[in-house]
């Protein structure tokens, strides 16, 4: 339901782009938002946007990555700029409704930083 795209290999310094597409099965959407996990480590929170366009990121990326959505076709986009080799990690997608709160997952598009 959700579809996330983008990931890849980029050297250090570079710059990637995540997309991520909600169904149209999914109703109801307040905030969208891009999740990670590195190996051994918990998943992290990177980013997350309202539906009114409020943000909220990570203090390791702030600066570096931007979110951005259009609500019209329920489409959350990641920009990571000046990547680092810690930004390593598999990026998730999440979407949660409202007023029924549901999570939803994305199946996850690995991004490495590595030279």
């Known amino acids: 339901q959700l579809q996330a795209s983008g990931g890849g290999l980029v050297q250090p310094g570079g710059s990637l782009r995540l997309s991520c597409a909600a169904s149209?099965?999914?109703?109801?959407?307040?905030?969208m938002g891009w999740y990670r996990q590195a190996p051994g480590k918990q998943r992290e929170l990177v980013a997350v946007?309202?539906?009114?366009?409020?943000?909220n990121y990570a203090d390791s990326v702030k600066g570096r990555f931007t979110i951005s959505r259009d609500n019209a076709k329920n489409t959350v986009d990641l920009q990571m700029n000046s990547l680092k080799p810690e930004d390593t990690a598999v990026y998730y997608c999440?979407?949660?409704?409202?007023?029924?709160?549901?999570?939803?997952w994305g199946q996850g598009t690995l991004v490495t930083v590595s030279s």
């Open positions: 999440n979407a949660q409704t409202s007023p029924i709160p549901r999570d939803y």
């Open positions: 149209g099965s999914i109703f109801n959407i307040n905030a």
């Open positions: 946007i309202t539906r009114r366009g409020i943000t």
